[in-house]
């Protein structure tokens, strides 16, 4: 038997612009999901078993992209389940839905448990790479942003530049907890590039004068991050998440979401992940303040998830 975790993530700015050389911040979020690998006495092929909890029709409406996905890792890691047959099955702590890296964790706890069982000896770094290439099923062309914050844990930058992937740690001072609330939309990232790719046609200028705002605001962020001037944090969040808006990539629930968290006393607020749906990230620092926004939240039935970010 073989056993793979992989953590979820938050996104705090540059979700969506990665691919185009945006520096993005990610961190990881202490819930996991977990991959176990058992091999059959009998019969051929794989068969899973998902008891990851979830936001209501996240897994439904993913099968086919989860399907697709563990084929492909399974092709690029070489493992023929046609001469050892497979049981796969999930669980772990992530709820699994848009926006945390389910798809990520679901990618690279898999690696990790194929790696134990077959005892094939890849190294972080190529556990890393068949979470990426697991990616392709659920992103069309994956940044590598949730693959690695998923591998790694922690608080990063993650910029790719000419072409190459890069990422860096951020120390902070001492963890800082927020709030992630869904909107209970499952967004089909797939898709997404489409939209900003639209952006782009119709009008290059704004769209180039839009990511450059946002490089701005990411480098910003990063030092901000550093000198743990959470305040500066959550403002350059907002502001940032104006952008989304006006971009059509966040939608009127996570944009009720953030209103409502921000009127409790968030100091900043935005959609991470892909957006269009999935969740909304508030900075809420201190145990009280995150309980604050998280049951007012809950209290209207959407699902939360109280994580802190900056932690090994």
Sequence with gaps: MGLGTAFGKTILIGDQFVL???PAIVSSIPFETECVVERLAEGDGWILEDNRIEVPGYKKKKEHQQVDSINHMLDVMKIDVEKTPLKITYGGSLLAGSGVGASAAHCVSLARAL?????????IDEINHFGWEGEFAYHGTPSGVDNTASTYGGLIQ?????????????????????VLGNSGVTADTSKLDEHVEAQEKNDPDLFKKRLQTIT???????????????PKVGDIMTANHDILIQMDLSHETLIYLCNKALELGALGAKVTGGGRGGYMNALTPGKELQEKVASAIEKEGYKVIRATIGGT
Aim: charged share 30%; hydrophobic share 35%; glycine share 4%.
């Design 158 to 178: 993650y910029h790719i530049v000419n072409g190459e992937k890069t990422w860096q740690r951020i120390n902070l001072k001492e963890p800082v907890e927020v």
């Design 216 to 230: 701005l605001q990411s480098q910003a962020m990063k030092e901000a991050l550093e000198d743990y001037d959470l």
């Design 115 to 123: 790696n134990e069982e077959f005892d094939l000896g890849h190294s």
């Design 20 to 22: 185009y050389e945006i």
